[in-house]
């Protein structure tokens, strides 16, 4: 049986896998990365380490199926990015000026993309969410949202934004099915933007 509850720290290696399995616009990605641990450093780590009240995973007895994690406050959570995630990554894995997903991902530890400023001032809080394909498309999707958005909800937070790659068509008719609307656009990316009141 799966079934949502907060994420701990002991979700951490499922929820990396799970970052690393839905990574290629939502297929496994696997085999797109030597270092199989980038992609959840940038994506999962910080916020379940960072924001653990926004949070939550879909467990059942074969591990981590899904996840969505938030942050309320998308400039504070940069900061705080800089100051307890971000450095230790930095002396791990040196800029190395190559041209593969894995030398991208790393040069992102060095310099993280921003959103937009419009795009963190009207809507302060981002998600990301990924679930593995034996739990999508039964509801579970739209029961993390709104367990997320609830969350958020409570600690006053009241419009979230989020970054979906733009080859990902079944993510972004999710997101407008659930009332999400394109605010901005990035190299190769749609900002999505939602008021939760
Ligand atoms: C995108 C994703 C989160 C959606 O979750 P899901 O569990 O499959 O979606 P749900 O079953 O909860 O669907 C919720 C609603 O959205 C609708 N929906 C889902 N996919 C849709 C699509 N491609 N087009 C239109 N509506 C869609 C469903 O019909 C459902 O509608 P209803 O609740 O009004 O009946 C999930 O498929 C996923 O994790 N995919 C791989 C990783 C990924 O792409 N993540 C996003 C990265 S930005």
């Known amino acids: 049986m799966s079934y949502i509850r907060p994420a701990g720290l002991q979700d951490l290696p499922g929820a990396y896998r799970v970052c690393l399995q839905t990574a290629d616009a939502g297929a496994d990605g696997s085999v797109l990365y030597e270092n199989p641990d980038l992609l959840g450093h940038v994506y999962v780590g910080p916020y379940l380490v960072g924001q653990p009240d926004f949070a939550f995973v879909i467990a059942d007895n ?93 600690r006053g937070v009241h419009s979230i934004h989020l970054d979906v790659g733009e080859d990902n068509h079944n993510a972004i008719a999710f997101y407008r099915h659930l009332g999400f609307v394109e605010v901005a656009r990035g190299t190769d990316s749609v900002y999505l933007g939602k008021e939760l009141s």
């Open 62 to 154: 074969h591990g981590v199926a899904g996840y969505v994690l938030g942050a309320a406050d998308t400039r504070r959570f940069e900061a705080w990015q800089e100051r307890d995630w971000w450095p230790s990554l930095r002396e791990q894995y040196p800029l190395t000026g190559g041209a593969t997903l894995d030398d991208e991902l790393i040069s992102h530890l060095h310099s993280p993309v921003h959103s937009p400023d419009a795009v963190a001032e009207r809507y302060p809080a981002h998600l990301h969410i990924d679930l593995l394909p034996r739990v999508q498309g039964t509801g579970f999707g739209r029961t993390m949202l709104e367990t997320l958005f609830d969350a958020l909800r409570a």
